[in-house]
């Protein structure tokens, strides 16, 4: 018998996927929630697939959206988990320029939704937020937990305030409850719209013939990057803990976009003055400079610190996109970290 249960809300994405691999790992019981589409968006999943009727069946996905409380509370009754690893959300930060009142409904009231679940359930549930460094926006670096919040686009103003309501649910309710702000971090399974993958993919597609130029926006901007299985790690040690708490996640180094551009076109043999241009559709209303973790209470509470830096991860996304793509990779770095799970455990009521 599994020891724990656990729920995740985004589960299709990048880290939910990561997620319930390492859960899964550690002998868990996983159940997702998954929103109801005409095409199928699982998969980032697929892999973990065996019929729900099988006896060893630990992976189960539940329709609903973070906007139906109902269905929430619904879930939450039935399948009664230890854990909740909340990371669903509308998460492009340029997309909620466009969609504000659907991104602060989905990522800021779909976080208070599921603590509200929690607190009538009267179930002692461990619950994980996914914070981003977004809430720091305009704040001078390095940023770490005492850091001011000065949020700089609507997706950032509704992590804000779920990371507030996160923090009242807890000092309130002595609810265990715990924000985990974490630094941007990539992986081969990083969605397709998101700088990283752009560049990555791009490559790809300019080495098959496919494309000719790379559209960009801001490349002055920095960021802290990170390899999204080792962090998924640290939220689950997070829930670990005796106390609730946040913790700001990341390497401690910074990186311009236009630093990404360099080292993947120079790692893939490509000059990036001949394919890279400038699209002004890409740059935010307002822009956010610089992002710099200092992940020190991580590193002294947690023990834990990112081991994949900057030069592994543009090698792993560059071998993975041009594996993907049918070319031969470069190097061995696609396949750091990156192996697909047995495929067992699989479930859809």
């Known amino acids: 018998m599994p020891h724990k249960t656990a729920f995740i809300t985004g589960i ?53 959206d973070l906007a139906d409380s109902e269905m929430i509370s619904h879930v939450l009754y039935n399948i009664k988990p230890d854990e909740i690893y909340h990371l669903g959300a509308q998460s492009h930060v340029r997309v909620s320029f466009d969609t504000p009142e659907y991104t602060g409904n989905v990522t800021a ?63 309130g309710y002595n609810m265990y409850t715990c924000n985990g702000i974490l630094f941007n971090h990539e992986s081969p399974r990083r969605g397709e719209t998101f700088v990283t993958r752009k560049i990555t993919r791009g490559i790809a597609a300019i080495l098959a013939g496919k494309e000719k130029y790379l559209y960009l926006g801001n490349l002055e901007a920095k960021r802290d990057w990170g390899y999204s299985p080792e962090y998924v790690e640290c939220m689950w040690q997070i829930l670990q803990q005796d106390k609730p708490d946040d913790y700001v996640i990341g390497t401690g180094e910074t990186h311009t976009v236009q630093d990404f551009v360099d080292a993947s076109f120079a790692y893939a043999g490509l000059d990036p003055e001949k394919h890279v241009k400038i699209d002004q559709r890409y740059f ?58 047995p495929n067992r455990w699989w479930s859809r009521d």
Not at 44 to 54: F, G, L, N, Q, S
């Open 284 to 341: 935010r209303p307002t822009e956010v400079e610089e992002l710099l973790a200092d992940p020190s209470r991580a590193e002294k509470r947690l023990g834990w610190k990112a081991k994949i830096k900057f030069p592994e991860l543009v090698k792993i996304m560059v071998d993975s996109d041009m594996s993907a793509s049918g070319l031969k990779p470069i190097g061995e770095g696609y396949k750091i970290l990156d192996t697909k799970f």
């Open 12 to 64: 299709t994405g990048q880290d939910g996927s990561y997620l319930a691999e390492l859960l899964l790992s550690k002998g868990y019981e996983v159940h997702g929630l998954v929103r109801r589409a005409s095409t199928f968006n699982t998969h980032r999943i697929d892999h973990i697939y065996v019929d729900a009727h099988e006896p060893e069946a630990r992976f189960f996905l539940h329709y609903g």
């Open 109 to 171: 009231i779909g976080t208070t939704r599921i603590l509200e679940a929690i607190r009538r359930s009267n179930q002692k549930i461990h619950f994980y937020q996914a914070s981003s460094s977004e809430m720091f926006g305009h704040t001078r670096p390095p940023q770490n937990e005492d850091s001011c919040f000065w949020p700089r686009s609507p997706y950032a103003c509704a992590k804000v305030y779920a990371y507030w309501m996160t923090r009242n649910y807890r000092d």
